[in-house]
T-cell receptor, first 117, second 114 residues
Framework: EAGVTQFPSHSVIEKGQTVTLRCDPI?????LYWYRRVMGKEIKFLLHFVKESKQDESGMPNNRFLAERTGGTYSTLKVQPAELEDSGVYFCASSQPPGLALYNEQFFGPGTRLTVL | AQSVTQLGSHVSVSEGALVLLRCNYSSSVPPYLFWYVQYPNQGLQLLLK??????LVKGINGFEAEFKKSETSFHLTKPSAHMSDAAEYFC????????????FGKGTRLHILP
């Protein structure tokens, strides 16, 4: 079974440009999460989708970030316009729908390394 | 506010020696606790988790961690380090909502000396 995939693996852009990151969750996983790690800091939560709905977007840093999950499958995270401080590694994770399990493990993708020059 | 503190951004141990990575958490409600590992050029992989059952949790690759409520700690140990254990390790916490976000520590990079 394929894991969580993210594209691209690396992206280098100039300040002011737009970048779109994509995440394909594990098939059947209703929950999809975005996290970000800025250099030297901890991995921080950005937002959580349940199917196509945003369940929690409390971690989104500002309105330059737009996340979508049309159709409840893959998700995109657009940064427009990108700033220097947006550089970091963006992780996506997915988990199964709620069931009888005490906790639904989040499975992480390899991340997209974004560099804004 | 909930938080996770990992002591030491870099830890070096000799091959065959004990691995001890320290983690303390702050939480106003009973937490779920995790250790994740990231090998070079790979995603985060769950090593082990504590979800209010046994306080001593065994994970993959010979790692284990003990939940100590009185000390608010969840330290990760392995009796004998292997070269393949070189990676970055993240302690993390989540809460009783089964689908809640994860809060991570800053990570500890483990170096294994031959």
């Amino acid at each position: 079974e394929a894991g969580v995939t993210q594209f691209p693996s690396h992206s280098v852009i100039e300040k002011g440009q737009t970048v779109t990151l994509r995440c394909d969750p594990i098939s059947g996983h209703d929950n999809l999460y975005w996290y970000r790690r800025v250099m030297g800091k901890e991995i921080k939560f950005l937002l959580h989708f349940v199917k196509e709905s945003k369940q929690d977007e409390s971690g989104m840093p500002n309105n330059r970030f737009l996340a979508e999950r049309t159709g409840g499958t893959y998700s995109t995270l657009k940064v427009q316009p990108a700033e220097l401080e947006d550089s970091g590694v963006y992780f996506c994770a997915s988990s199964q729908p709620p069931g009888l399990a005490l906790y639904n493990e989040q499975f992480f993708g390899p991340g997209t390394r974004l560099t804004v020059l | 506010a909930q938080s996770v503190t990992q002591l030491g951004s870099h830890v070096s141990v000799s091959e065959g020696a004990l691995v001890l990575l320290r983690c303390n958490y702050s939480s106003s409600v009973p937490p779920y606790l995790f250790w994740y590992v990231q090998y070079p050029n790979q995603g985060l992989q769950l090593l082990l988790k504590y979800t209010s059952a046994a306080t001593l949790v065994k994970g993959i690759n010979g790692f284990e961690a003990e939940f100590k409520k009185s000390e608010t700690s969840f330290h990760l140990t392995k009796p004998s380090a292997h070269m393949s254990d070189a990676a970055e390790y993240f302690c993390a916490v989540s809460f009783m909502n089964r689908d809640d976000k994860i809060i991570f520590g800053k990570g500890t990079r483990l170096h294994i000396l031959p």
